[in-house]
């Protein structure tokens, strides 16, 4: 890690420490934690709130896409969402919520990650002027407590969910996830032994994902188009 130039102001020192680090990301350097954390200290001591989400973000991405390294993600995303009390915060909370769900489930967390999604959803789900972003996080966070209410076998819930998440994903105009809610339709009306229905779903998936370049998305749909077919 370059040392860092005496001359340089708190804020200027955190900005270059996670220009650094995302350098180094782009690399996938697995050696790079201490200058993250570093960024996180100076981002606190400083009582920036933006300088501070900016440096927990870049820190608890590269312990989870880059080392895997998912205690420690889950460390410095509760102790962001902890700093985190304004009205205002509630998008950016929520989306510390989901990705600490997300950690959570990578390992085999299986009910604090539910609770953490719940969190992330009990902050946006009822709150008026949200913005792309915030729809895209709500989205997100119900399309993957579904995921978990399947995996329990709370099919009721698991359904529910998807349809909500379904509708959130339009407002965010996201169309991977739109994609993907397609699929699980029509996972699910296969299984009701829906077919056409199925087949319907599928397309519309297979439709989006070669429009949008989304390749699993693309492939997963036209195999399960074929398992139909095949039926």
């Given amino acids: 890690m370059a040392e860092m130039n005496s001359t340089l102001s708190p804020f200027e020192q955190v900005e270059k420490l996670i ?4 350098e180094r990301k782009r690399k996938r350097d697995i050696s790079s934690g201490d200058i993250g954390v570093k ?3 100076l981002s606190k001591a400083t009582g920036d709130k933006k ?9 608890t991405h590269y312990y989870t896409e880059i080392t895997s390294e998912f205690d420690k993600a889950i460390n410095y995303l509760k102790e962001v969402i902890d700093a985190l009390h304004d009205d205002d915060d509630a998008e950016i909370k929520s989306e ?3 990705r600490l769900g997300l950690n959570r489930d990578y390992i085999g967390e299986l009910m604090k990650s539910k609770q ?14 949200l913005s792309e972003t915030g729809f895209l996080t709500l989205a997100r966070s119900l399309f993957n407590e579904s995921i978990i209410y399947g995996d329990l076998g709370l099919n009721t819930l698991k ?11 339009q407002k965010a105009h ?5 994609a993907r809610c397609y699929i699980s339709f029509g996972v699910d009306a296969y299984d009701r032994k829906e077919n056409e229905k199925a087949l319907a779903f599928y397309l519309k998936a297979k439709e989006i994902g070669e429009e949008i370049n989304d390749t699993p998305a693309y492939c997963i749909a036209t195999a399960n188009c074929g398992i139909v077919y095949a039926d």
């Fill in 174 to 178: 996201y169309k991977p996830g739109i």
């Fill in 96 to 98: 510390f919520y989901r």
């Fill in 51 to 59: 300088l501070l989400i900016k440096a927990a973000t870049s820190l």
């Fill in 39 to 41: 960024a996180f200290v």
């Fill in 19 to 22: 220009s650094e680090l995302e």
């Fill in 116 to 129: 953490a999604y719940e969190q992330s959803i009990k902050l946006l789900e009822h709150r008026n002027n």
């Fill in 159 to 169: 359904k529910e969910n998807l349809h909500r998440a379904f509708g959130y994903f």
